[in-house]
């Protein structure tokens, strides 16, 4: 309740229960409610939980239980079990476990709502339609858990769960394309078989398989588990100074992006390692353990990093994949540093964390829904079911290992610090840098929201203040820039008097089309892309002083679509992206036409209706189909003039990806193209040739430390489209404590290029962090970011 003073942060070891101890199920106990569906028992899992009250509170719009929620809580009934032998741990499982099955469709896949008491499935929700998805994931691995459990207990249920997890792994199996096949993204291979283009979702995924083919070794389960297990095995990159600095990015669609929740990378290959014989697996979890979590370790916990970190909020679902993925990794190497991090990870729970709050509360066994900033009011209070049974599932891990659980006390006494600078601090030297405003491009964000560009005769500075004496390496996050880039722009061109809206384009013979065709225009899922024939459109656009008109020829030889209104995105669609003041701050509208079985439909996704004043007509032709769309100024809230700019967005999927005119992600209204209005066509966009190529020098950043010699970064550099990066400045210096100064300028050869810079981050090389225990020891971890090397020492002499 907002103006309400919480009340002071619990101590995490209370006295729980005489049964469980530390790891206390009893808010995961409130959250469920048992019901039956056609005779069958089972439980919901309520998925909220707010403070100060607690009561249920139900996922608005969606439903009021799921399998996301559903199936943790049934792995973490079943580990209860395991360690206490607790039979209603089994029985609430088992309830769980009958409600993941009611979930699961005939061909395997999953739904993941339900809406009421009677069990009724939402089947069209944005996150609960039929997939093979993170709902499957998690379902998989918690029928995989049930088989094991209950095997020797019920064997016939044990038969039941089997059957069901079988059926999953037959849809996971068609879900699974293009295994062995590699896209590129900015001069990088990435495997094309990664789950809905996914490291997180694929690392889950193969824990389901190795949890299966723990309990039955089998030729399919291992087929499968090797296909995933390789496709993350292989999507790493960087080095201990270089970015990414080792990490498994969260999806192919960006080289520069890793989020904190939901990241099984580690965790995934060290058990799948283990299980399916694989030493290099283990090795590949070991590697990123080393480099990138014990950056998180020294250098703090962190919401995502994309280039530059966000620290806030914090959530149990992003520190126990670090608990659990450490545990991995111990359970397979028995190497102590893994099990002795599990736990200092595990304190984040405890109070060893920017709010000093502890994160569970054993008492009550809530697990509070995430940190918001550096103090204990910036805590969220609320209880949610995701919150609680991560915190539960971390510390199943490691309450009763007499190593680990030393260091659940575990409290900061020193940390090496870094810093982030942004370049909107800094203050104009020498020309007129242009000062924007733009959360992101799709790829990666800007730290601020904000960044400064510089041309020739720019420079800024920006002071700096170093906290610590030491070591340290200066980064620049800053735009990649691709030479030879495409003419994006696009024009509308007045159309004729009459305008028959049928899907026929008799009358579009004069617009210039944009061409939408090629591997360059494949957002994600390059290594599904079937080829031009089977999966690409030309579009155009005119206008009049009523409408702005749109078309499209689409070469899909099976039109598929059987949804109406926000259901259209599951079939075949043409995406259309429109921001009507031309200024790339913000989407107007993102239409989905859509040839529906109640006709042709306009979708507004911005404004959640149809499309007022629109008309649209489709009409099939060989090889493929038409669209056709007539879309009201007035309705766009625009009024048209010759010479006035807009921008835009056209694009269609294809099973396994998204292909559109930028080849980047529309929903950033930064990256849509221009769209001129025009009487006549004055050039054919789309036909357009490319620019000539330069040198990686042609635009550059010059950066100046302390007026030291400046350092020269290339940005003209990316071998497909410009993409925020990380890179270093210079070799590593030593600063002393107190304050400093950073002036960059631009550099480069090409008097009409233009530097885009967002921040700087200024890092130890050495990242290093002390805690004190409860007795009140020290434990010291160290990072070296020139030799990689990690190491861990505490009073026993680990």
């Not at 996914?198 to 949890?211: F, K, M, N, R, Y």
């Not at 049974?389 to 009763?400: G, H």
């Not at 170093?466 to 159309?495: F, K, T």
Request: no cysteine; charged share 25%; glycine share 10%.
């Amino acid at each position: 309740m907002q103006g309400t003073r919480a009340p002071p942060s619990p101590s995490p070891f209370l006295a729980a229960t005489a049964r469980h101890g530390l790891v206390n199920p009893a808010h995961l106990d409130f959250l469920g409610e048992p019901i039956e569906v056609g005779g069958e028992p089972m439980a919901l899992l309520h998925i909220y939980s707010e403070y100060p009250h607690y009561r249920w509170v139900d996922a608005s719009g969606e439903g009021i239980a799921a399998v996301d929620d559903a199936a943790r809580a049934a792995i973490v009934y079943l580990e209860l079990h395991e360690r206490t032998a607790d039979p209603p741990a089994l029985e609430r499982a088992r309830l769980l476990l009958n409600f993941v099955m009611h979930l699961q469709s005939d061909d395997g896949d999953y739904f993941n709502f339900v809406t009421d008491r009677e069990g009724t499935i939402n089947r069209e929700g944005a996150t609960s339609y039929e997939d093979w998805g993170w709902w499957a994931a998690r379902g998989q691995w918690a029928l995989a858990r049930g088989v094991r459990a209950f095997q020797a207990s019920d064997p016939a249920y044990a038969a039941r769960l089997r059957e069901r997890y079988l059926r999953g792994e037959r849809a996971l199996e068609r879900a699974v394309e293009a295994t062995g096949r590699y896209t590129e993204l900015h001069g990088v291979r990435v495997p094309g078989w990664l789950l809905k283009g996914g490291s997180d979702l694929t690392s889950l995924a193969l824990l389901g398989l190795a949890e299966f083919a723990r309990v039955e070794p089998n030729p399919t389960t291992r087929r499968l588990g090797f296909a995933l297990g390789q496709a993350v095995s292989e999507y790493r990159l960087g080095t201990p100074d270089e970015y990414p600095f080792g990490l498994r990015p969260s999806t192919s669609t960006s080289l520069a992006y890793w989020h904190g929740w939901g990241s099984h990378t580690v965790q995934g290959l060290a058990a799948a390692g283990e299980v399916f014989g694989r030493q290099d697996w283990i090795d590949a979890a070991r590697r990123e353990a080393d480099l990138w979590f014990g950056r998180l370790l020294t250098g703090g916990m962190i919401r995502e990093i994309g280039v530059i970190p966000r620290r806030y909020d914090q959530i149990a679902y992003a520190q126990s994949t670090v608990v659990l993925g450490y545990w991995n990794l111990y359970r397979a190497t028995g190497d102590e540093r893994y099990r002795k991090s599990a736990g200092l990870a595990a304190a984040w729970f405890f109070g060893d964390n920017p709010a000093g709050f502890a994160m569970y509360d054993a008492g009550t066994g809530r697990g509070y829904d995430g940190i918001n900033g550096a103090n204990e009011f910036r805590v969220n209070r609320n209880a949610g079911a995701e919150s609680t049974i991560e915190a539960l599932l971390a510390l199943l891990a490691v309450v009763d290992d007499p190593v680990a659980s030393r260091y659940l006390e575990a409290k900061t006494a020193e940390q090496r610090p870094a810093a982030v600078i942004e370049a909107e601090q800094a203050t104009t030297v020498a020309g007129r840098p242009r000062y924007a405003l733009q959360n992101g491009t799709g790829e990666a964000y800007f730290s601020g929201g904000r960044y400064e560009a510089l041309s020739a005769g720019d420079e800024m500075r920006v002071p700096m203040d170093v906290p610590e004496s030491g070591r340290y390496s200066l980064y620049v996050a800053h735009m990649r820039q691709a030479a030879g880039a495409r003419d994006l722009n696009a024009e509308a061109i007045r159309a004729p008097p009459v305008m028959a809206i049928d899907g026929a384009l008799e009358e579009w013979t004069a617009a210039p089309r944009i061409l939408v065709d090629s591997s360059v225009n494949v957002l994600r899922g390059g290594s599904a892309w079937p080829g031009r024939d089977l999966a690409s459109f030309e579009g155009a656009f005119m206008w009049d002083d009523l409408n702005l008109y749109v078309a499209a020829t689409v070469r899909d030889p099976e039109h598929a679509q059987r949804n109406v209104g926000p259901g259209v995105w599951q079939g075949d669609a043409l995406w259309l992206y429109l921001d009507t003041s031309g200024e790339g701050t913000r989407l107007a509208a993102k239409l989905t036409l859509a040839q529906t079985p109640s006709g042709p439909q306009a979708w507004n996704w911005v404004a959640n209706a149809f499309q007022p004043g629109s008309t649209v007509g489709w009409r099939e032709t060989r090889g493929g189909y038409t669209y056709e769309a007539a879309m009201s100024w007035e309705s766009l809230a625009r009024s048209p003039r010759p010479g006035s700019r807009l921008r835009f967005e056209m694009g269609m999927g294809f099973p396994g990806g998204f292909l559109d005119w930028t080849g980047t992600d529309p929903d950033t209204p930064g990256n849509l193209a221009p769209l001129l209005v025009v009487e006549k066509a004055s050039a054919r966009p789309g036909n357009a040739p490319e620019q000539p190529a330069g040198k990686p020098d042609s635009i550059a950043l010059a950066i100046q430390l302390d007026g030291q010699r400046p350092v020269m970064v290339p940005e003209l550099r990316s071998p497909d489209r410009d993409h925020l990066w990380l890179d270093r400045v210079g070799t590593e210096v030593m600063l002393a404590r107190g304050a400093h100064e950073i002036r960059f300028a631009y550099a480069g050869t090409d008097p009409m290029g233009e530097s885009v810079v967002d921040a700087f981050w200024l890092q130890p090389v050495v990242w290093r962090k002390v805690w004190r225990l409860a007795d009140g020891g020290l434990v010291e971890m160290e990072l070296d970011t020139r030799t990689g090397r990690l190491t861990l020492e505490d009073g026993d002499g680990g």
